[in-house]
């Protein structure tokens, strides 16, 4: 016999899952950009509200905004965000470049001070995903423990 109740509770932890992986994709372009590689401009979502995470997050999620937990995401997925704008602009900015250089096609690569300090950049940002992870893993126990009355109440 199909429990509905059961069903939609497994459907929000299958989303959430989702959602993570997105999260981790993301965080994963953080990365090929600290390797000075380019990545395409659908994957920059710079807005905490654009990314694969943030529209769950800001969408189907806030039926979970009444709890702590979740309500604890927003604030260092916001920072998360910050950090990967201000690395993307410390890499890949605009510099001058050489008269010799712009005959070649070249362009000017970062200093090493930016290198550093968007090293230091990325070590915080993996400490916020990491944040945000646990955070997620959670909630998710949370979703999985609830009574039936309790889940209810979700959406309604």
Not at 62 to 79: C, D, M, N
Not at 94 to 112: H, I, V
Not at 143 to 148: H, K, L, S, Y
Request: with cysteine; glycine share 6%.
């Amino acid at each position: 016999m199909d429990d509905p109740v059961l069903d939609q509770k497994k459907k929000l932890i299958r989303r959430l899952r989702e959602a993570k992986k997105a999260h981790r994709r993301w965080v994963s372009n953080a990365q090929i950009l600290m390797q000075g590689i380019p990545v395409q401009n659908d994957q920059l979502p710079l807005n905490d509200t654009e990314c694969g995470f943030g529209q769950w997050y800001y969408g189907d999620g806030q039926a979970l905004r009444g709890y702590e937990v979740f309500r604890a995401i927003e604030a260092p997925h916001q920072r998360l965000h910050g950090l990967y704008l201000d690395i993307f602009h410390l890499l890949f900015r605009k510099r001058k470049t050489s008269l010799l250089g712009k005959l070649l096609g070249r362009s000017a690569k970062p200093s090493t001070q930016e290198l550093d300090q968007a090293r230091q950049l990325f070590a915080q940002l993996n400490a916020e995903s990491l944040r945000i992870m646990e955070l997620l893993d959670r909630l998710e126990e949370l979703i999985a423990g609830m009574d039936e009355a309790e889940f209810s109440r979700l959406f309604n």
